[in-house]
């Protein structure tokens, strides 16, 4: 594969992502709604890690819809499973998955399923996984183990990830070099740090993540 093209493409997909409305003013509809001869390419990404690393604010900050949740109050059935002490705030939890959806450039549309991260769940995740192209493992630094389930799951399907370290306010920044030491992470799989709350930190995750899913794809 030409890595100079993707990158090339990447980029401008990027531009053209950054100069879009914003996603909370989705009235002007895209050219492959209004055009019949025209037809999006669908392709779904998967948003996983461990329970409380940000699955469901990743998915909000960046989608053109109002994202599905499936978001309940934790009741104390929870509590004896979940280590919540650096989480202390956190008083919900998602049941089944999160839904949004983004259009990269013209004709890209990705549609992002955010997996449960509670470990009573995880049963749920061969039908989420099914059909991506991809997936974006948060990681909490405080909690790194936490996202080995994850690592494990993507390695033995053989679906191409990459790992992104949310950056919570109040908490040590570490080197990527540090991180990815930690979590044994192969060299081929990028490691970047962000923050799901921002729109573009997660557009540009998400591009990256596409990059790796192409470079990845046989011819």
Same mark, same amino acid.
């Given at each position: ?27 002007? &509809?895209?050219?492959?709604?209004? $055009?019949?001869?025209?037809? =999006?390419?669908? *392709?779904?990404?998967? #948003? @996983?890690?461990? %329970? +409380? ?23 104390? &059935?929870?509590?004896?499973?979940? $280590?919540?002490?650096?989480? =202390?705030?956190? *008083?919900?939890?998602? #049941? @089944?998955?999160? %839904? +949004? ?119």
């Amino acid at each position: 594969m030409d890595s100079t093209g993707s990158d090339a493409g990447i980029e401008a997909t990027a531009l053209a992502v950054r100069d879009a409305p914003d996603p909370g003013h989705d009235d002007e &509809a895209h050219g492959w709604q209004t $055009d019949r001869m025209r037809a =999006p390419h669908a *392709t779904k990404i998967v #948003v @996983a890690g461990g %329970f +409380g690393v940000g699955k469901t604010t990743f998915v909000g900050s960046v989608s053109e819809i109002t994202p599905l949740r499936t978001e309940v109050v934790m009741t104390t &059935a929870a509590e004896p499973r979940e $280590d919540l002490s650096a989480i =202390p705030e956190k *008083t919900t939890t998602t #049941v @089944a998955m999160d %839904f +949004g959806r983004i259009t990269l450039d013209a004709d890209l549309v990705l549609y992002l399923f955010g997996t449960p991260g509670q470990k009573r769940f995880w049963f749920m995740w061969d039908d989420l996984v099914r059909g991506a192209i991809g997936a974006v493992v948060l990681a909490d630094t405080r909690r790194l183990e936490e996202c080995f389930p994850a690592l494990d799951y993507f390695e033995t399907a053989g679906l191409p990830y990459i790992v992104a370290v949310n950056h919570f306010e109040g908490t040590d920044r570490f080197e990527g070099e540090v991180v990815r030491e930690a979590l044994s992470l192969p060299r081929q799989v990028p490691l970047v740090t962000m923050d799901a709350r921002r729109r573009i930190a997660v557009v540009d995750t998400l591009l990256i993540l596409v990059g790796r899913a192409l470079d990845a794809t046989p011819g």
